[in-house]
């Protein structure tokens, strides 16, 4: 189970820190993320962080969004600065759980509404 919280109404330039706490059996992890729907978009990737502790983030968000993980807590962040009205968006957390078989499990958290105003 995945549960993300942290979002928020916020002014352009602002910050704000997404958290996401992973329970129960959690198995062999392939990797953590975030992902974003913005209002007639197209769910997208934000950024995301892989067992081994490699990143990845969205060209739109690199230098401004910083993607880690506790795994003490289970537990992703994402801290985003400078924040943009472009930003605003439905956060998602997402765990892809390595399988016994070979393939690969995807798990979404219920998303977190973040909102920057201009």
């Known amino acids: 189970q995945l549960q993300a919280f942290g979002g928020g109404s916020v002014q352009a330039g602002g910050s704000l820190r997404l958290s996401c706490v992973v329970s129960?059996?959690?198995?062999?992890?392939?990797?953590l993320g975030w992902y974003r729907q913005a209002p007639g978009k197209q769910r997208e990737l934000v950024a995301t962080?892989?067992?081994?502790?490699?990143?990845k983030y969205a060209d739109s968000v690199r230098g401004r969004f910083t993607i880690s993980r506790d795994n003490a807590k289970n537990t992703v962040y994402l801290q985003m600065n400078s924040l943009k009205p472009e930003d605003t968006a439905v956060y998602y957390c997402?765990?892809?759980?390595?399988?016994?078989?070979?393939?690969?499990?995807?798990?979404w958290g219920q998303g977190t509404l973040v909102t920057v105003s201009s």
């Open positions: 129960g059996s959690i198995g062999s992890i392939k990797s």
């Open positions: 997402r765990l892809d759980r390595n399988t016994i078989r070979g393939t690969v499990d995807v798990y």
């Open positions: 962080i892989t067992s081994g502790g490699s990143t």
